[in-house]
């Protein structure tokens, strides 16, 4: 995954993984910044109840008022 583009995300770099995927620091291309990019796996991703989940905790992420430099979000892409 590194190196590649994802939409608009280029990828920098692995910053962990768990069981919903793997997490990637990204740079977003059309604002400019980094961000962190959580990846669910194709395997999952085939499951509507775990899309579902993934969405949820996408929107619960990005609600929330993150008092840094660089804000962290959860992105949910289909190519």
Known sequence: MIGNTLSHYKIISKLGQGGMGEVYL???SRLDRKVALKILP????DRAELR???EREARAVSSLKI???ERKR???IRE
């Open 26 to 28: 990204a740079e977003d």
């Open 42 to 45: 194709q395997h999952l991703s």
């Open 52 to 54: 579902e989940r993934f």
């Open 67 to 69: 008092r840094c430099k």
């Open 74 to 76: 959860t992105r949910s």
